[in-house]
């Protein structure tokens, strides 16, 4: 059983709609983060979380603590939000990695 | 946000060639640094652990005299892939954490390894 768990694996949207991706972890954490990956392979941290709610941009990612859930949506989706988005969590000595949600939004 | 550098972004070389990769942290003090491998379509695997200043710690199965670590200084850690075979044709990210960061990692913008 994977650590961290993401849902759905893919997705694909039409340009605007409202994207939310979904993930679940079984450890006990000091925080989540919320990275993207471009087809170019590079990754960008979006977010680190360890409570609450966080907004960059037509970006929010949320997390509850209790539930061991996180989510991150993003609002007004284009197409160069395009990527692969992975959940990572740190339990402060490791890091565990959800197997990303690849993401496709249509024109 | 920080910024963490790698070099080169892509690299081809002949079997049996050692090929290096550089990961700076260009404005902050990293203490410690990450090296990770992902194969297509799959998800980061930590190879590494390195602190500066100290021998990296090396993941079960990831062969430590295969992946040569160096983390020198406060700004630069290297991988070098020794004697490359196709196999270890992947690509490479390395992350860094900080002082005043946090448990925060940056992530590097990634190094892909084809060995022909």
């Known amino acids: 059983k994977n650590e961290v768990e993401q849902s759905p694996q893919n997705l694909t949207a039409q340009e605007g709609e409202f994207i939310t991706i979904n993930c679940s972890y079984s450890v006990g954490i000091s925080a989540l983060h919320w990275l993207q990956q471009h087809p170019g392979g590079g990754i960008v941290s979006l977010f680190m979380?360890?409570?609450g709610k966080k907004k960059h941009g037509r970006l929010i990612a949320t997390i509850n603590i209790q539930e061991k859930h996180s989510s991150l949506h993003i609002t007004a989706s284009h197409p160069r939000d395009s990527a692969v988005y992975i959940c990572a969590v740190s339990t402060g000595n490791q890091f565990y990695f959800g197997t990303g949600t690849s993401l496709t939004v249509i024109p | 946000g920080a910024v963490v550098s790698q070099h080169p972004s892509w690299v081809i070389c002949k079997s049996g060639t050692s090929v290096k990769i550089e990961c700076r942290s260009l404005d902050f003090q990293a203490t410690t640094m990450f090296w990770y491998r992902q194969f297509p379509k799959q998800s980061l695997m930590l190879m590494a652990t390195s602190n500066e200043g100290s021998k990296a710690t090396y993941e079960q199965g990831v062969e430590k005299d295969k992946f040569l670590i160096n983390h020198a200084s406060l700004t630069l850690s290297t991988l070098t892939v020794t004697s490359a075979h196709p196999e270890d044709s992947s690509f490479y990210i390395c992350?860094?954490?900080?002082?005043?960061?946090?448990?925060?990692?940056?992530f590097g913008p990634g190094t892909r390894l084809t060995v022909l």
């Open positions: 992350s860094a954490r900080g002082l005043g960061h946090s448990n925060e990692q940056f």
């Open positions: 979380l360890s409570s």
